[in-house]
Structures are given as structure tokens and as C-alpha cells.
């Protein structure tokens, strides 16, 4: 069986409600999603995905239904997207790395796309005018390396003896020199030297780790990017076996024995896309549906983690977290 076979039953399957009934019940609008984020981070993208749907009145199972196509590769995505366009689906839910969303608009010109990911979608060709999308594709444009310059200064005040910070990039992300730009720039003004560790599978996530270990990197930034989501438990676990404090976008990271995050809230976020899917699937069009950013932003910490590597959380940082872990 091909991997994306294997990729397509899975992701029919991550969501638990029944969808055998469905050739007893009348015809509804089926919503295709295509996450660049894996199986397991698919599931918690549609939960938060259907929350939004629900404030529009649809619930999956009963007026709306849900296909799942859901890749870590990048490149599988152009076929999974085929895939839906092929079942006419009402809507995609483009979601992860914006490879995602690039995959849908290049199979269809008419299936309305709502995105959600942490790109420029004016930049890498998704819209035309953030307040005016144009055409058939809109949504959410989360922050990542925008928040290159927060990060850094939670790291400053975590870890202030560190002057080199290692940041982990996927160089397979449509994004990725604009993200290693963005921290650049942020780390000159905070004085920090900056080194790059490209990681796109497995191997080289520990390769990373390790020659940052090698290179005394006082600390390690995580980007945005949906390969990373899912392997945060190993991110950690590398994080851990090399004592490199570790810095990540989205909470997932620290609930699974990362030592910090600070980013969107992307469960909102998800929620915010889903309203977007529910208005279209009313009549709006994509064209007149602005593309939004997050406006929810989050500081977690993990204390177990950071005694583990010998760290004391200053005050000053535990009193603004929005969740400590312990």
C-alpha cells in the first residue's frame, strides 16, 4: 500500500464520529481538510476547526461532513489535494505549513480555501490584498516569525548569560527564509549571535540538537513549522538528552515536556477558520471575507522541564505566563 493510501485511511479515521451513516442521510456539503501537520495534529486542528463551524450552526455528522487528508510530507500534499478536489468537496481547510494552502489553490480555481497557517499570504502568492483576498482563497494568517522578537526576549530574560541561540528551520517550508530573516533581524537588535540548524526529518532533528550541543548554543529557538508540530515529543526528549533550553510557538510543545512556548492561541484561531467555513457554506464569498490574524497570544511554561535542566523561572516571567505546567 503507497504511503498516501495509508495517509488517506488514516486521516478518514482520526475523527470519531461515525461516517457510515452518511448514505442514509440526505446529501450534504463535505469539507475537505488538508493539514501539512500529520495525522495526530490533524485531529486537534479539526476540533478546534468544527468548534467555529458549530457557532454557524453545522455540526459534523448531522448537516456538514468531514475528509481528512493529512501529510507531514510536503510533498505528498499536491496529490491529497487532487484527492478532494477530485470528490468535489464544498470547502477545504487548508491548515499547517502554507505548502498546504499552496496545494489547494493550485487544484482548484473554484472550491472556496480558507487557510490557516503562519505565513505572509500576500507574499507566497495565496491573495492578493489581505483586506480584499480576491478570488477563491482567504482565511487566518497566523504569526510566526513574526514573534521571532518576543521569543527572544522571554529568552534574554530566562536564560541572560546565553549569546548564541541555535533555530531549528525546515528547509522545505515555503517560509523558510523569510522566517530566518525576520530572527535575524531580532537577534542583532537583542545582540544575540544566530546559528541555523536545517531539519526536515528525523535524522536531522538530532543532528541539529547535537551540533548545537557541539557548538555551546546557550539555547534553542523552535520555528513555526508543521514538521516540528509533529515531533514536539522528540524535540523535547533532543532538548532534554543535550540540556539546551528550548523555545517553541504553540503550547503542544510544552504540554509534551517542552520547556517554553509563546505564540497564538491556534485553538482560536482553528475556531476563527471554521466560522470563516461556515459563512461561505451560507453564501459569502471568499473574496469578501478579509483575511485575519490572531489576536489571542499565550506564554507557557514548563517547570518540571526547567528544574530538569537546572533553570530557575524568574518571577517576573511566572507572574505574566498564561499556563505553568508543573
Not at 479515521?13 to 500529520?38: D, E, H, K
Not at 499547517?96 to 487557510?115: E, L, R
Not at 507566497?124 to 514573534?147: K, Q, R, Y
Request: with cysteine; hydrophobic share 45%.
Amino acid at each position: 500500500m503507497r504511503r498516501r493510501d495509508v495517509v488517506r485511511l488514516l486521516g478518514s479515521a482520526a475523527v470519531l464520529w461515525p461516517r457510515g451513516a452518511r448514505a442514509q442521510q440526505a446529501p450534504v456539503p463535505v469539507i475537505g481538510i488538508l493539514s501539512a501537520s500529520g495525522q495526530k495534529r490533524a485531529a486537534s486542528q479539526v476540533s478546534g476547526f468544527l468548534k467555529g463551524l458549530n457557532e454557524l450552526g453545522y455540526a459534523e455528522g448531522r448537516n456538514v461532513a468531514v475528509e481528512i487528508r493529512a501529510t507531514d510530507a510536503y510533498d505528498h500534499l499536491p496529490g491529497l489535494a487532487a484527492e478532494l478536489v477530485g470528490q468535489r468537496v464544498a470547502l477545504i481547510f487548508a491548515v499547517g505549513a502554507v505548502n498546504s494552502a499552496q496545494a489547494a489553490k493550485a487544484a482548484t480555481t473554484t472550491i472556496p480555501i480558507v487557510f490557516a497557517n503562519g505565513s505572509d499570504p500576500v507574499m507566497n502568492g495565496l491573495v492578493t490584498s489581505m483586506s480584499h483576498p480576491d478570488g477563491n482563497v482567504t482565511g487566518i494568517a497566523l504569526l510566526a516569525g513574526e514573534l521571532a522578537a518576543k521569543r527572544l526576549e522571554l529568552l534574554r530574560e530566562l536564560i541572560p548569560q546565553a549569546s548564541t541561540i541555535g533555530v531549528l528551520v525546515n528547509p522545505t517550508n515555503a517560509r523558510r527564509e523569510i522566517d530566518e530573516r525576520e530572527i535575524q533581524a531580532a537577534a542583532r537588535i537583542k545582540g544575540y549571535d544566530i546559528v541555523i540548524f536545517p531539519a526536515a526529518n528525523r535524522a536531522d532533528l538530532d543532528i541539529a540538537f547535537a551540533t548545537a550541543a557541539q557548538q555551546r548554543a546557550g539555547a534553542c529557538l523552535v520555528t513555526g513549522d508543521a514538521f516540528f508540530v509533529g515531533h514536539y515529543g522528540e524535540l523535547a526528549a533532543l532538548a532534554a538528552r543535550y540540556q539546551i533550553p528550548t523555545s517553541y510557538p504553540s503550547r503542544e510543545a510544552v504540554e509534551v515536556g517542552g520547556l517554553m512556548s509563546y505564540g497564538d492561541d491556534r485553538q482560536d484561531s482553528f475556531r476563527q477558520a471554521g466560522i470563516y467555513a461556515g459563512r461561505i457554506l451560507q453564501g459569502t464569498k471568499p473574496a469578501d471575507l478579509p483575511v485575519l490574524q490572531p489576536t489571542k497570544f499565550e506564554l507557557i511554561i514548563n517547570l518540571k522541564t526547567a528544574k530538569a535542566l537546572g533553570l530557575d523561572i524568574p518571577p517576573t516571567l511566572l507572574a505574566i505566563a498564561d499556563d505553568v505546567i508543573e
